[in-house]
């Protein structure tokens, strides 16, 4: 789960985490009076969508005065957003974050995550603050610093105080720069966090380290322990797909092709998504029915991936290990006759039952395709998507 950046800045605050002086505002007036509030000669009005690359798109203005900031405000508020992190139909804007201004002098990249395969946490930290960390990771990987923490010790005083040395940082800057990457990283492991991001932290002319950007990202797997993330949901920001995937505990991100998925464990979906590659097709999602799908839950992720107007064939790739394919079979073409289905269907069965769930679908009188291989079900729903084209 994301937040905003004003969100994660109310959090970073929580844990001592130096950040500007900041208001919300929805409308131009409320920008207005949040910068009388601030009572600083230069505030900065950002949009606030999930997805960096704001300023480039012309999401971050920068207001001299109150008047100023309102009528940024207005020219954000209400615009689509495009950016690299967006859709393709991009988002629209519909809050903004007024801040104080910071007299920068220098900016830095800091973020902490998880790596798996050290099975430790790491800091990444780059004196290349402000640009697409992937670039500089590409161009110049010399410039991307890393500290390993062992997830039974910690981050130590001593770990902090090494990074801030080799970002370049003086012995005073490195006092303030300790407990800012502490209280990031208990703010990490107190709320199960996956990602915490800042691009930039800035050093100020005053000689203030801040977090003038704040990226949040929430393990969903732990939010029962954290109520109060939950509330933080912006359902505005989500596909709605997948936000009504969820809500009936269906695994579904929406992808741009055209030939939509339904199958049964998440693995076996990356492999099905890989095939129709290999095929010459493109999928037009990613669904994990699970392992327990049903009738019910065959006929709601037909309608979740009918939704998507681009969808022009259907592949279901069922291995029935815990659920029978007889069973899947008769939800296929019962969900295939109440929605109407117009598409073509693959549907390729393997595992328990899977002859009489064939054998249901041959007797259905639909415009269903049966395979038996991984590669034949591909091949046959990149064919139907030619043969309608």
């Given at each position: 789960?994301?937040?905003?950046?004003?969100?994660?800045?109310?959090?970073?605050?929580?844990?001592?985490?130096?950040v500007?002086?900041g208001?919300?505002?929805?409308?131009?007036?409320?920008?207005?009076?949040?910068?009388?509030?601030?009572?600083?000669?230069?505030?900065?009005?950002?949009?606030?969508?999930?997805a960096?690359?704001r300023?480039?798109?012309?999401?971050?203005?920068?207001?001299?005065?109150?008047?100023?900031?309102?009528?940024?405000a207005?020219?954000?508020?209400?615009?689509?957003?495009?950016t690299?992190?967006?859709?393709?139909?991009?988002?629209?804007?519909?809050?903004?974050?007024?801040?104080?201004?910071?007299?920068?002098v220098?900016?830095?990249?800091?973020?902490?995550l998880?790596?798996?395969?050290?099975?430790?946490?790491?800091?990444v930290a780059?004196?290349?603050?402000?640009?697409?960390?992937?670039v500089?990771?590409?161009?110049t990987?010399?410039?991307?610093?890393?500290?390993?923490?062992?997830?039974?010790?910690g981050?130590?005083?001593?770990?902090?105080?090494?990074?801030?040395f080799?970002?370049?940082?003086?012995?005073?800057?490195?006092?303030?720069?300790?407990?800012?990457?502490?209280?990031?990283?208990?703010?990490?492991?107190?709320?199960?966090?996956?990602?915490?991001?800042?691009?930039?932290?800035v050093?100020?002319?005053?000689?203030?380290?801040?977090?003038?950007?704040?990226?949040?990202?929430?393990?969903?797997?732990?939010?029962?322990?954290?109520?109060?993330?939950?509330?933080?949901?912006?359902?505005?920001?989500?596909d709605?797909?997948?936000?009504?995937?969820?809500?009936?505990?269906?695994?579904?991100?929406?992808?741009?092709?055209?030939?939509?998925?339904?199958?049964?464990?998440?693995?076996?979906?990356?492999?099905?998504?890989?095939?129709?590659?290999?095929?010459?097709?493109?999928?037009?999602?990613?669904?994990?029915?699970?392992?327990?799908?049903?009738?019910?839950?065959?006929?709601?992720a037909f309608?979740?991936?009918?939704?998507?107007?681009?969808?022009?064939?259907?592949?279901?790739?069922?291995?029935?290990?815990?659920?029978?394919?007889?069973?899947?079979?008769?939800?296929?073409?019962?969900?295939?006759?109440?929605?109407?289905?117009?598409?073509?269907?693959?549907?390729?069965l393997?595992?328990?039952?899977?002859?009489?769930?064939?054998?249901i679908?041959?007797?259905?009188?639909?415009?269903?395709?049966?395979?038996?291989?991984?590669?034949?079900a591909?091949?046959?729903?990149?064919?139907?998507?030619?043969g309608?084209a």
């Amino acid at each position: 789960m994301n937040v905003h950046e004003y969100q994660a800045k109310a959090l970073f605050r929580e844990f001592g985490v130096a950040v500007p002086d900041g208001r919300l505002a929805t409308t131009p007036e409320e920008a207005e009076r949040a910068a009388k509030a601030l009572g600083s000669s230069v505030v900065v009005v950002k949009a606030q969508v999930h997805a960096g690359g704001r300023g480039k798109a012309g999401g971050v203005k920068l207001a001299r005065s109150a008047a100023e900031a309102k009528t940024a405000a207005s020219e954000i508020l209400g615009m689509t957003l495009h950016t690299p992190q967006t859709p393709p139909e991009g988002k629209l804007v519909r809050k903004v974050y007024v801040e104080a201004g910071s007299n920068i002098v220098k900016e830095y990249y800091f973020a902490i995550l998880f790596d798996r395969s050290a099975e430790k946490y790491a800091l990444v930290a780059s004196t290349e603050g402000g640009m697409e960390i992937e670039v500089v990771a590409e161009k110049t990987p010399d410039k991307i610093l890393t500290c390993m923490v062992d997830p039974n010790v910690g981050l130590c005083e001593y770990q902090a105080r090494d990074l801030g040395f080799r970002l370049g940082l003086d012995g005073a800057q490195v006092n303030k720069f300790v407990p800012f990457a502490k209280g990031l990283f208990e703010l990490f492991i107190a709320k199960d966090c996956s990602q915490v991001e800042i691009n930039p932290l800035v050093l100020t002319a005053e000689g203030d380290l801040f977090a003038l950007d704040g990226k949040l990202n929430f393990d969903d797997n732990a939010l029962y322990r954290h109520p109060e993330i939950a509330e933080l949901r912006d359902p505005d920001e989500e596909d709605e797909r997948e936000r009504a995937a969820k809500e009936i505990d269906l695994a579904y991100v929406g992808l741009d092709g055209n030939i939509g998925c339904m199958v049964n464990g998440a693995g076996l979906a990356m492999a099905t998504l890989d095939m129709i590659h290999y095929c010459g097709g493109k999928p037009a999602n990613f669904l994990d029915a699970g392992g327990g799908a049903d009738k019910e839950k065959v006929k709601e992720a037909f309608k979740l991936i009918l939704r998507d107007e681009n969808v022009e064939a259907i592949l279901v790739n069922i291995f029935g290990g815990i659920v029978r394919c007889d069973l899947i079979a008769e939800g296929v073409v019962a969900a295939a006759d109440d929605l109407g289905v117009k598409v073509p269907l693959v549907v390729r069965l393997q595992g328990t039952k899977a002859a009489e769930g064939r054998a249901i679908l041959a007797k259905s009188n639909l415009n269903i395709t049966p395979a038996e291989t991984l590669k034949e079900a591909g091949e046959l729903a990149v064919a139907a998507v030619k043969g309608a084209a």
